[in-house]
């Protein structure tokens, strides 16, 4: 039975849903809607004032389908470049001082969202009396496009505004500013490693499949693939792309032209990733990064079987060294990194594996780490996984990554040794 639920914050007055222990407040925007003279341009802080209707969730950031739908499932959400808004699932707004976990979704810089049912955190905020947020940040050209002369990676500075807005807010909604861990997967915990590399606002982090063998894009190689973009979407310079209607920038991702620059570029990259502009983030992150470690105590883990996800990967011999190389050496470099400089660090692998296609392929973690298994009834990678196995494997997860987050061991000795969960 869900009843409303008000929450008081310095911009006005939150009206949530409560159900089942936790209160859950939807569409909360930490920044204006970057659209007109905003589209690709830093996130400004939130105009909202007054009264806010916080029951329904947002629309995620314009997006095509995500490539790993073969594996994950699909999701139907409404879509608006008016997306800059966070989650918040709350056991109460009473005042009290409680763990908060900060995630920021995968999906390699171009889909996803984290208002989608894949991240529910109520489970987590049930279970560990915690405050789970989770953000939408902008995807693709909206937010990672690169024209030399204008603002760089405006999807990373999103991320940090919502970290900003919830190191303001949080304690009106049952939080501890002081106590905050940021949870991200895929793109989400590369995002991550790069916010560690600048001025953290955290320094407790879960780091979930961080594809740091691929690298950040430099400036010359975006500059040729921004280039590429615009002239696919039609547009001669940003002031141009600013006037266009965003189903032109999403076909422009599809383009013949921007897939041969990519090609050309070799790196196996996604086609939209932070970018090595001098100004937001080094020429040189590699010294960045290994400094980067020493910022933050981590819970850092990846899947057996990682490329497995991917369309034209599977889990032979090559694909294995090729998701070791992109995915499990870095991991296992960083918990060394950071162990070095005297940070705590627990490194975890994901091996359960339902499927002989997709084995412990990249993302098969999430639904354990949100326990939100019927939002992934149509995944192919989870078909046939017995229940009880399930749900015995969320509990373990859940007591895993909660501890963590509340400042605590996960349950196994640090790295360099190396959790099992299947």
């Known amino acids: 039975m869900s009843q409303f639920a008000e929450a008081s914050l310095q911009a006005g007055t939150l009206t949530g849903v409560q159900e089942g222990g936790v209160c859950r407040y939807s569409a909360i925007p930490y920044a204006q809607a970057p659209v007109g003279r905003l589209r690709f341009a830093p996130p400004q802080p939130a105009a909202w004032r007054g009264k806010l209707d916080a029951t329904r ?3 995620v950031a314009p997006q095509l389908p995500s490539r790993l739908r073969g594996a994950m499932g699909d999701f139907s959400a409404g879509q608006s470049e008016d997306c800059l808004h966070l989650t918040v699932w709350t056991p109460a707004a009473d005042g009290k001082r409680r763990p908060v976990v900060v995630w920021l979704h995968g999906g390699a810089w171009q889909s996803g969202g984290g208002a989608l049912d894949w991240y529910d955190g109520a489970s987590l905020a049930q279970r560990g009396d915690v405050v789970v947020v989770a953000v939408n940040y902008r995807l693709a050209a909206l ?4 024209v030399p002369g204008q603002t760089a990676n405006a999807g990373l500075l999103d991320q940090e505004a919502a970290i900003d807005w919830v190191l303001d807010n949080i304690q009106d909604l049952g939080g501890d500013p002081e106590q905050l861990t940021v949870m991200g997967q895929s793109a989400g915990a590369s995002s991550i490693c790069a916010m560690l590399a600048r001025q953290p606002r955290f320094s407790r982090a879960i780091l979930q499949s961080a594809a740091l063998g691929r690298g950040f894009r ?3 190689q975006a500059d040729a693939l921004g280039q590429a973009f615009l002239e696919a979407a039609g547009a001669d310079s940003l002031e141009a792309a600013r006037e266009l209607p965003v189903a032109a920038l999403l076909a422009a991702q599809q383009a013949p032209a921007v897939a041969a620059t990519l090609r050309a570029e070799g790196s196996s990259r996604s086609q939209f990733a932070p970018v090595l502009d001098g100004q937001i983030l080094p020429l040189d992150i590699a010294p960045a990064l290994k400094q980067a470690a020493s910022r933050a105590d981590v819970l850092v883990c990846y899947t057996r079987d990682e490329m497995a996800a991917f369309p034209g990967n599977g889990r032979t011999a090559a694909d294995q060294d090729l998701g070791d190389a992109v995915f499990g050496t870095p ?3 960083w918990a060394a990194d950071a162990v070095a400089q005297g940070r705590q660090a627990w490194l975890a692998r994901f091996d359960v594996a339902p ?5 412990a392929c990249h993302c098969i ?8 298994l019927p939002a992934y009834t149509s995944a192919p990678m989870l078909a046939g996984l017995p229940a009880e196995q399930a749900q015995q494997l969320a509990r373990a997860t859940q007591q895993a990554w909660i501890a963590f987050i509340r400042g605590e061991a ?13």
């Open 218 to 220: 430099s400036a010359r």
């Open 365 to 372: 973690e999430l639904p354990f780490v949100f326990d939100t």
């Open 57 to 59: 969730p947002g629309p």
């Open 331 to 333: 991991s296992r470099q």
């Open 410 to 422: 996960p349950g196994w000795p640090s790295a360099p040794h190396m959790q099992i969960l299947a």
């Open 355 to 359: 499927t002989a296609n997709f084995g």
């Open 143 to 146: 937010g990672w496009l690169y």
